[in-house]
């Protein structure tokens, strides 16, 4: 009798254990959802980028433009500012934004 209480005892603790260790529906859900933001931040941040790369470098195919047509070099050069102005600031917030992904990331 002994065996078998012993062996019940066993058998119900891995039970046990085995259903303790499983995630349940609604926090994989919460983790997929979770992670689904975490790639749109990461989506957003790379978007960013591309678009203010453009922006950046319109400026400077207008500081160009300005050089060639104008000569105006103190205009030229403030446009060019601009546009490393851009660049840098787009970055920031990127890394801003991946910066926060991350955090999402940590709370699974």
């Known amino acids: ?50 678009d203010g790369e453009n922006v950046a470098d319109m400026k400077e195919d207008h500081a160009d433009t300005i050089r060639k047509n104008t000569g105006n070099e103190r205009a030229a050069d403030i446009t060019e500012d601009s546009a490393d102005a851009t660049r840098k600031a787009v970055e920031k917030r990127a890394d801003q934004i991946e910066e926060g992904a991350d955090k999402v990331r940590e709370q699974k």
Not at 13 to 38: G, N, Y
Not at 42 to 50: D, G, S, V, Y
């Open 1 to 50: 009798m002994k065996t078998y209480s012993i062996a019940s005892l066993l058998g119900a603790s891995a039970i046990a254990l085995l259903c303790t260790s499983c995630e349940s529906k609604q926090e994989e859900v919460r983790e997929d959802k979770l992670e689904t933001k975490a790639d749109t931040m990461e989506a957003n941040a790379k978007q960013l980028r591309k």
